[in-house]
């Protein structure tokens, strides 16, 4: 077996060598590429500079059940809902199918190709014509039957590397389908986060009401006494008018996020109003996990779908460059063809035919050079995406980790103010209902602590955000495994002799 497949690599090998000579002096002069060529590669991460940014911190990489940190039974029930009914993931998989479509279309390109064909007509013969007596001039039906057989030998692995081109997209198109996913996900999580940013404000606009009516008791009885006038009472009805429509307004945004959320589920609005309050945690410590820049290649969907178009494109420029060669095709036919049916499947009808047929590109106007200058322009444009993509997301991971540092570090000191801000509206409440202190006074105390809260419970809600968003930038749980699947690919597609064309 070793023996007779090292003769027919041999055999391949001589055929290649002899049409290169036979061609060679026709080449010189005809078609073909010399001076086009492109010198852009695609960035290593360990070129840049990530060391300072980019930590490493002993951490791990975000599990494809990321979202089950934060606790909430909720969440991770509409993610799971998402995945069944929305049609931005149904887009997704129908351009995956899209792909594996013209994938088995090139795959066929380098099979051999057999047809059948039948046939019946009915024509009158001319008289006067090539055809002689005794079908001159008359009526005859004519049966025909073939089996057709042809194949490309396709010495050059245009076909072949058009095979590769489709693989890859194939691959990008599944890449493009877990970021589709990631970014689904994602919207989803820090949706659901803002639906109880705004319940954890609501709360805090509900108390604030509570202290706005206490203050306009106080003042009520402060007027009975003699100690305040119409002035501060309807000071005191605005303050609290103006609280209630707060807490109007956040329940207008509460609905309106609930809309949102039932959108990316896929679903009608009404599924929105059956949505709970949200019972988010704190989540897991934040730590990024080591050999970071080097990693994040194979574990952001984004940064995989690039490098596959880019491994696509560099099989269309060889797909290209074979156009130069020429090709050879072989075909062969065998049937039967008679008139009348009687004869029909008689030996004497049998029919038959073989050839090959050579297309040899020699004057073409430039169309191939342009076709070629057009697949590297391709080509240039998928590496500078590449590069962009990958600078995008170190920058992103960056990013969203100086804002949880920062969001730390501002917690620290935003929940020190609201204490100090809480028992001094306390005390300046007390001082107020014992005739210490004016009016004015237990306002401004008063909105001091409404602005401490509402600090912290923005701090804490943007951390979490930032947590989701971490999560998302270093890939959520993704993990690349197409470069097996393609090495099983490439071996299957060995089992033919391959030429590339240099």
């Known amino acids: ?79 799971a809902e998402a995945l069944t009914g929305s049609p931005t993931l149904e887009q997704a998989r129908a351009r995956v199918a899209q792909a594996q479509a013209f994938s088995e279309t090139a795959k066929a390109s380098t099979l051999p190709r057999v047809d059948a064909s039948y046939s019946l007509t009915r024509q009158q013969y001319s008289g006067t014509a090539l055809v002689p ?12 039957g073939l089996l057709n057989a042809s194949y490309d030998l396709d010495l050059w692995g245009k076909n072949r590397e058009a095979l590769k081109a489709a693989v890859s997209q194939v691959q990008a198109s ?21 639906f109880a940013r705004l319940y954890a404000l609501r709360d805090i606009a509900q108390q604030e009401v509570a202290r706005r009516e206490q203050i306009e008791r106080i003042t009520a009885g402060r007027i009975a006494a003699g100690l305040d ?41 009404d599924r929105g109003l059956s949505i709970a ?6 989540g897991d410590e934040v730590r990024l996990p080591d050999n970071l820049p080097a990693d994040l290649v194979s574990r952001r969907p984004d940064i995989v779908a690039a490098r596959w178009r880019v491994d696509s494109l560099t099989h269309e420029v060889k797909e290209a460059k074979a156009e130069f060669y020429p ?38 106007g430039g169309a191939l050079r342009a076709q070629l200058k057009g697949r590297y322009a391709e080509f240039d444009y998928a590496v500078a995406g590449y590069n962009q993509t990958l600078i ?20 620290v000191d935003a929940q020190a103010a609201q204490q100090a801000a809480q028992s001094a509206d306390q005390l300046a409440i007390a001082q107020y209902e014992a005739g210490l202190t004016n009016q004015l006074t237990v306002l401004n105390a008063d909105m001091n602590a409404l602005n401490a809260e509402q600090a912290v419970a923005d701090l804490k809600m943007n951390r979490r955000d930032q947590q989701i968003a971490l999560a998302s930038a270093l890939g959520g749980g993704y993990v ?23």
């Open 327 to 364: 090709d050879i095709n072989l075909s062969a036919a065998i049937g039967l063809d008679a008139f009348g049916f009687g004869r029909f499947l008689s030996a004497a009808s049998r029919t038959g035919s073989a050839g090959a047929a050579i297309h040899l590109p020699i004057f073409d």
């Open 392 to 411: 995008t997301a170190l920058t992103d991971v960056a990013t969203q980790l100086a804002q949880i540092r920062s969001s730390d570090a501002q917690l």
């Open 229 to 269: 006038t119409e002035v501060e009472r309807k000071t005191a009805q605005a303050n609290l008018a103006t609280s209630r429509a707060s807490l109007t307004a956040l329940d207008g945004r509460i609905l309106t996020t609930r809309y949102q959320l039932a959108a990316l589920l896929g679903a009608g609005p």
């Open 1 to 79: 077996m070793k023996t007779q497949i090292s003769t027919s690599a041999v055999g391949t090998r001589a055929l290649k060598l002899g049409l290169s000579a036979i061609f060679a002096a026709v080449l010189s002069a005809c078609a073909n590429y010399a001076g086009i060529h492109s010198d852009k590669q695609m960035a290593e991460p360990q070129h840049f500079e990530t060391t300072q940014s980019l930590p490493a911190e002993s951490g791990h990489w975000p599990a494809a059940d990321w979202a089950e940190q934060f606790g909430d039974a909720q969440l991770k029930a509409l993610l």
């Open 133 to 144: 007596p005794p079908f001159a001039s008359s009526w005859q039906t004519e049966n025909k």
């Open 174 to 194: 599944q890449a493009d389908a877990q970021a589709v996913k990631l970014t689904l996900n994602t919207a989803i999580a820090r949706t659901y986060n803002q």
């Open 277 to 282: 309050r949200p019972a988010l945690g704190v």
């Open 480 to 502: 690349d495994t197409s470069k097996d699947e393609t090495r099983r690919a490439d071996a299957s597609a060995q089992a033919n002799p391959v030429v590339a064309a240099r």
